[in-house]
């Protein structure tokens, strides 16, 4: 039985790093059944995959966002990490963790566990 919990700052100024950090008990990160995957959701709008970090190592991205995007993992910690550098406005949303099998994201059972999701508010 899999937990996934979002932390880090709810408030991030224009141009700054957004930075967050999903912490998962009941499997291991290392797991290659699965992709441990980054997703968000603006206000009034549909889910947006962002990328996501395989059990093995490899890692995706978006093209919409990969020259801004980051994910990295603390194995040791059972972790992974997203930053989301130069952030504006639009990227205000709740952003999630979760885990699931493809790197197709477009609905919510695409994915098998989701994190609760923290709202990230982008603003000076």
């Known amino acids: 039985q899999v937990q996934l919990q979002e932390s880090g700052p709810g408030l991030v100024k224009p141009s700054q790093t957004l930075s967050l950090t999903c912490t998962v008990s009941g499997d291991s990160i290392t797991n290659d059944y699965y992709y441990w995957t980054w997703i968000r959701q603006p206000p009034g709008k549909g889910l947006e995959w962002m990328g996501a970090?395989?059990?093995?190592?490899?890692?995706y991205y978006s093209p919409s966002l990969r020259s801004r995007t980051s994910i990295s993992r603390d194995t040791s910690k059972n972790q992974f990490t997203l930053h989301l550098s130069a952030v504006s406005p639009e990227d205000t949303a709740v952003y999630y963790c979760?885990?699931?099998?493809?790197?197709?994201?477009?609905?919510?059972?695409?994915?098998?566990?989701w994190g609760k999701g923290t709202l990230v508010t982008v603003s000076s």
């Open positions: 979760a885990r699931g099998p493809t790197l197709v994201v477009t609905t919510w059972t695409d994915m098998d566990d």
């Open positions: 970090i395989a059990g093995s190592g490899s890692i």
